[in-house]
Structure formats: C-alpha cells, structure tokens
C-alpha cells in the first residue's frame, strides 16, 4: 500500500472544502450555453482561488431574477437544508441570486441560516461578514 492510499485502498480525502455552483442565464437567447459556460468558469476560478471542491452545480437557464421562479436556487436551497452537504455556495456575482437587493438579501440569509456561506468573484460574502480579504 503507496503512502497516498488510505487502509481500504482509496485515496486519502483532501482536505478542500465542499462547495455547490449556483448559474442562472436570464433570457431563452441562443448565446445563452455561452453565457452560462462564461459563469461557470468565473465560478471554477473563484473556487480554484479559494480551495473549494465543487461537488454540484445547479443551473436555472432562461429565468429571470425572481426567487419564484428559479426552480434550481430553490432546489439548492431545499438540499442545502436538508443534506448539509455543502459549506460554501459560489455564484459568479451577486445578480445571479437575485436582482431585488431584499430577494438577494434573504437569499444569502437562508443559505448562511444552514450553515454555509455564499462567495462571488465580486466578494460577496465579505460585505455580509465584513472581511476584508483578497
């Protein structure tokens, strides 16, 4: 058995943190798997940057800003909720969640009320914890 396998012969589990992706392309244009593939790598980058594992990417393709109708956030949430299987939420900037700063604002609360936290590539989760990180 190498050093890098564990006793039943698998991998030792790294040590990144789990994360979720969240995308949302608002109109039904034909650009839009460009628009959504332009999230996801900003997406990748971020967790890249900051060691997050990506374990699922959830994708709400021609909806518009509006909780009610972003059936993947919703998803996410539920599972967020019910699995804690994730402690760190990365979307490509804020407007993604939502467009209405109180739907945005409730958001973000739902997702750090079960336990994880929300990253952008505008530093979201910094304004909301008051970090001033790089």
Do not use: W
Request: aromatic content about 2%; some cysteine.
């Amino acid at each position: 058995m190498t050093q890098e396998e564990t006793e039943i012969g698998r991998p030792p589990e790294t040590s990144a943190v789990r994360a979720v992706m969240y995308l949302r392309v608002a109109s039904p244009r034909p650009d839009d798997s460009q628009a959504a593939a332009h999230q996801r790598a900003a997406c990748l980058h971020v967790a890249e940057r900051r060691g997050l594992s990506i374990a699922r990417e959830y994708l709400d393709l021609g909806t518009p800003g509006r909780f009610d109708r972003q059936s993947a956030l919703q998803h996410l949430l539920s599972e967020l909720a019910e699995k804690c299987e994730a402690e760190t939420v990365v979307v490509s900037d804020k407007a993604r969640l939502s467009r209405s700063l109180p739907e945005l604002m409730t958001t973000v609360q739902r997702i750090r009320g079960c336990g994880a936290i929300v990253v952008t590539a505008d530093n979201l989760e910094q304004i909301y914890e008051g970090r001033n990180e790089a």
